[in-house]
């Protein structure tokens, strides 16, 4: 019985890493995307940037990036069936603009907001329920 039940719990945790390496081998990891478009407003010309890396821990993803005034990072969930999730989402503290503060609380805002996630060609889409953000592909030089 306790083999048995050894058996399944060896078994429960291999497949749980091998759905995680699966979901991350489709979501496109350690690359810089820059937001292109939020709710259908173009957003190109504003540095929002979001990278998507393995937890040092090897337990699932950490978001990284450039919010318009300061950097964030935050837990990241990546699911089969397209699910995503953002959470213990944390800022440095600069002030900066009003104007830029404003688009950064509102793309953090969005960010925590998003459910699901989708890759068309090499353009990353993010959905939650009111709202979609679409990323491209950064530059070398885009900040984190």
């Known amino acids: 019985m306790r083999r048995a039940a050894l058996y399944c719990l060896l078994f429960g945790l291999f497949a749980q890493f091998a759905w995680a ?3 991350s081998r489709r979501f496109p990891l350690e ?16 540095p929002l940037t979001l990278m998507i890396r393995r937890d040092p821990g090897g337990r699932g993803f ?7 005034c300061n950097t964030w ?7 089969d069936a397209d699910r995503f999730a953002v959470s213990e989402l ?7 603009h009003r104007d830029r503060m404003k688009t950064e ?3 953090l805002a969005i960010l925590r907001s998003m459910k699901r996630w989708r890759v068309d060609g090499r353009t990353l889409v993010l959905m939650g329920d009111n709202s979609t953000l679409v990323l491209s ?3 070398r030089t885009a900040q984190i």
């Open 31 to 46: 690359q810089r995307f820059v937001v292109t478009y939020l709710n259908g407003q173009d957003f190109a010309s504003k």
């Open 90 to 96: 944390g800022t440095t503290r600069k002030f900066c």
């Open 21 to 23: 390496e699966e979901a």
């Open 105 to 107: 609380s509102e793309f």
């Open 73 to 79: 990072t935050a837990r990241i969930d990546i699911g």
């Open 137 to 139: 592909p950064a530059s």
């Open 62 to 68: 950490r978001g990284v990036g450039f919010a318009g």
